[in-house]
């Protein structure tokens, strides 16, 4: 570790020693310290820091070493940074105390731990010099996080009780509630999230619900039941059996309560007829919200309810020649034949099961049934009260979901494409088998739970990370073409698409993609583009084969005829009908030339010797000017740069585009004037033809289907290079090809 720590010049003798004392202390702080100074040294690391983070002054000795260490991300370090550097220009010129922000640093020991991170200015603000404290809330964090996970439990075991649930602020204010616990008080979630428990209380039951309260909070019980009562929203009493208990929050937020009421409201409508007599027994009966029936201890039916018939189809009267054995579905009937022993035994006061019923008609009925049992003051039997709720809409809503993802894992099992789906972290959650039998993969069952980085190689499973965080971030399917490295020797590759999970609430909650193997594919258009590379080049070598044969045998056979007519002219000079004759030969001579410069022009389109003598660039001007000729069109041309080395394969290539290209501004465009721009550097070859003709339209400008176009972009494919069709809204059409400086170099790779 550097001693020298401090700028002695710009420090007072008074400075020096206070820095010293503060060495002294920080030295010996158990916490993480360091000192910078104006010029972005690091000028101390205390003991803290260096067990703590494990860097040394050697090793970070300025904050640009600091930065890339502490934040790999790019991006977090740049929001770390500047969030920084604003903190602490806002605590100078404020003269305010710095902002602390919390921030994930990596150690050297390659753990990321979070701190909480302040500085102050030492001595004074002149000088300075800065220390910064870092306070490890690492741990503080991770059980931030587990509460997180158990609270979204909570919430899960909430919604998913069979009974209702609710939990309440000290004050009485409804936190949260599941659907069962509003289904009984026909309120939905947001009425009862802007009401209290003692809303939704009976009058004359809020005083017992206070006292059962004081003693929870003060700890003279652990928990209570009682019997309350209810308000419906319709105004009618539904009663419950609530257990209650407090929680205390270990985080610092307030305690609250958590009850369970279970809907008791037939129970007591039976208590209350037994009590209360027979007139009243049938008239409370007849104005229960579910179904009720009374049987006697061998099932026997003597009483029942006009909810409990119209449910079933039956008259009351032909109730009373039934019993609930027959009415009970076969596969059902042995639980309730062991649930009524158990209640007729006195093993338990009351049992609740879901069963099927028959209908008059035959159809099935799904209900929720609780049974409890009447005795006599000897504690035998005396009949059976049952209470009766009709589920057949939700049984028939979770048979058609299961069904549903039954159908679904048939199909993604049964799909030839290898697809998956995976949480937030990477983990998977399902795969198929074409996932599953993928080479050297694991089973279906060992994959899930398991990343990328336990079935990819590293290199490999570090870039589909990469891929599924992206599609979480834009939310929007992505398609990706990519190697796979399956045994290490072979290489695969798949079309892969990929989209985010989107859940109810609108959050992520990971990522759903399939794949499909295109090695065969991608080999066999590999061939093509060979093949096609190839027929380009025998066609390039057979124009040139042609152009010489054409300059070569017919070119001197014409120079002969030109002597051969000169000669004949200066004979017949002086014969008597010279003047005949030197006429025709003068026509013969005009054809000749006709001749030789029709054979120029096509050596020319076949193979511009131009190209081979004097280069690319002293082509495009040729032509240019051939065009110019030809079709009247102002052409001019701008050329940056030439290296003069490119290959002959990429300068006839280029060449040819530019013929393509101007023959189509004279085809279709209309255009008065056409650029040529040709660009040659160390970085790039850039040619570009653009004029201000009518364009092209959208659709041809994404997907050209005209053979001279897409010829062009087989040429630019074959060298490793891209070419863009643009044109504006206002008119005009531009062709740039841009290509690799070595254009041979990675033809030969590819």
């Known amino acids: 570790m550097s001693n020298n720590w401090f700028d002695s010049e710009s420090l007072s003798g008074q400075s020096l020693k ?44 300025t904050l640009e070493e600091w930065w890339p260490l502490a934040y790999p991300d790019s991006q977090y370090r740049k929001w770390v940074t500047e969030t ?43 000088a300075e010099t800065h220390l910064v404290m870092l306070s490890d809330i690492t741990a503080r964090k991770q059980a931030e996080d587990a509460l997180a996970k158990s609270e979204m439990r909570f919430r899960r075991i909430l919604e998913l009780a069979p009974i209702g649930m609710a939990t309440n602020s000290l004050e009485g204010d409804f936190i949260l509630v ?79 309560f958590i009850a369970q009421i279970e809907n008791i409201t037939g129970r007591k409508l039976s208590e209350t007829l037994l009590r209360e007599g ?70 338990v006061d009351f049992y609740r099961m879901e069963k099927r019923f028959f209908r008059k008609d035959g159809q099935i009925v799904w209900v929720q049934l609780i049974s409890s049992m009447q005795r006599d003051g000897s504690g035998l039997p005396l009949y059976n009260i049952a209470q009766i709720e009709d589920i057949s809409a939700r049984k028939t809503a979770e048979n058609k979901l299961r069904k549903s993802e039954e159908n679904l894992r048939a199909i993604l099992d049964n799909s030839p494409y290898l697809t998956w789906l995976k949480d937030t972290d990477g983990r998977y959650l399902h795969v198929n088998h074409a996932y599953a039998n993928y080479p050297l993969l694991k089973t279906g069952k060992q994959i899930i739970g398991m990343t990328d980085f336990d079935l990819w190689p590293k290199e490999i499973a570090e870039k589909y990370r990469a891929d599924d965080t992206e599609v979480m971030a834009n939310r929007q399917q992505q398609r990706r073409t990519e190697e796979c490295f399956i045994d290490g020797t072979r290489t695969y590759w798949a079309e892969t698409f990929k989209t985010a999970i989107i859940g109810k609430d609108g959050h992520v909650t990971g990522t759903t993609g399939f794949s499909r193997d295109i090695t065969h594919r991608k080999a066999t258009e590999q061939q093509l583009h060979d093949l096609t590379a190839h027929l380009l080049n025998v066609r390039e070598d057979e124009k040139a084969s042609i152009a010489r044969e054409i300059h070569d045998e017919l070119g001197g056979i014409m120079t002969a005829l030109k002597i051969k007519i000169y000669q004949l002219k200066s004979i017949l000079t002086d014969a008597t009908d010279a003047v005949s004759l030197a006429e025709q030969i003068k026509s013969m001579e005009h ?46 041309v701008n050329c940056i740069g030439d290296k003069e080395n490119l290959d002959k394969q990429t300068s006839i290539a280029l060449f040819r585009i530019l013929q393509e290209a101007l023959t189509n501004v004279a085809r279709h465009s209309g255009a008065s004037q056409v650029g040529v721009e040709y660009h040659h550097s ?69």
């Open 591 to 636: 054809l000749i030339n006709n001749a030789a410069v029709i054979s120029r022009t096509i050596i020319s389109n076949l193979h511009p010797t131009i190209l081979d003598d004097l280069g690319l660039l002293a082509a495009i001007e040729w032509q240019a000017g051939e065009f110019h000729k030809l079709t009247g069109i102002a052409t001019m």
């Open 682 to 750: 160390d970085d790039e070859v850039m040619l570009s033809i653009s004029d201000n003709g009518c364009g092209l339209p959208d659709d041809r400008r994404t997907q050209p289907r005209s053979y001279g176009l897409m010829g062009m972009q087989e040429r630019v494919a074959q060298l490793g290079g891209t070419i863009k069709f643009d044109s504006s809204p206002d008119g005009g059409f531009c062709v740039i090809v841009t290509l690799p400086p070595n254009s041979t170099e990675t033809r030969s790779k590819t």
């Open 178 to 256: 599941n659907q069962a616990f509003c289904n009984m008080l026909g309120y939905d979630k947001s009425e009862l999230g802007s009401m209290t428990y003692l809303d939704v209380t009976h009058p004359d039951d809020k005083t017992l619900t206070f006292a059962a309260r004081e003693q929870l909070l003060e700890g003279k019980i652990e928990s209570y039941q009682m019997e309350k009562r209810f308000v419906h929203k319709n105004g009618q009493i539904v009663w419950g059996l609530i257990t209650s208990s407090v929680e205390m929050n270990n985080f610092g937020a307030p305690p609250f």
């Open 278 to 347: 027979e007139a009243r027994f049938r008239t409370i009966l007849e104005h229960a919200p579910i179904g009720m029936a009374i049987a006697l201890p061998d099932g026997q039916i003597i009483e029942v309810n006009q909810v409990f018939c119209t449910m079933l189809g039956y008259e009351k009267e032909e109730f009373k020649k039934l019993t609930f054995r027959e009415m009970t579905h076969p596969d059902d009937l042995p639980l309730t034949l062991a649930n009524r022993q158990r209640l007729l035994g006195g093993e």
């Open 18 to 61: 206070t820095l010293s004392a503060h060495i002294a202390i920080i030295d010996e702080a158990p916490l993480p310290f360091a000192i910078n100074d104006a010029r972005g040294n690091i000028t101390h690391l205390n003991k803290g820091f260096i067990q703590t983070i494990g860097y040394t002054t050697d090793d970070i000795p």
């Open 84 to 126: 920084w550097r604003n903190n602490l220009e806002e605590s100078r010129s404020a003269n305010k105390p710095f902002q602390p922000m919390e921030v994930m640093i990596h150690c050297k020991d390659g753990l990321v731990r979070t701190f909480m991170a302040s500085s102050t200015s030492l001595i004074d603000q002149s």
